[in-house]
């Protein structure tokens, strides 16, 4: 059985499956570990779908590296 991305729980160790969604609740969980300005977008969705992150914490820290600021 896949993991439910509607529903969670999720922390920086939930590995991605090929069932991975942008659903509210992993919105929920970057804009905790990114901040308020955490946003999708298409490069970084695709980036997300190219099998590359291994974990929520691997999606997280790219989303912090492509938006540093400084």
């Not at 160790?13 to 298409?42: I, M, W």
């Amino acid at each position: 059985m896949s993991f439910n991305w509607h529903s969670g729980p999720f922390s920086r160790s939930t590995p991605l499956d090929d069932q991975y969604r942008n659903t509210q609740k992993v919105r929920q969980f970057l804009t905790a570990e990114c901040g308020d300005g955490f946003k999708f977008d298409r490069p970084f969705m695709a980036w997300i779908k190219s099998g590359v992150p291994a974990t929520m914490g691997d999606v997280a820290d790219e989303w912090l590296r492509r938006n540093r600021r400084g």
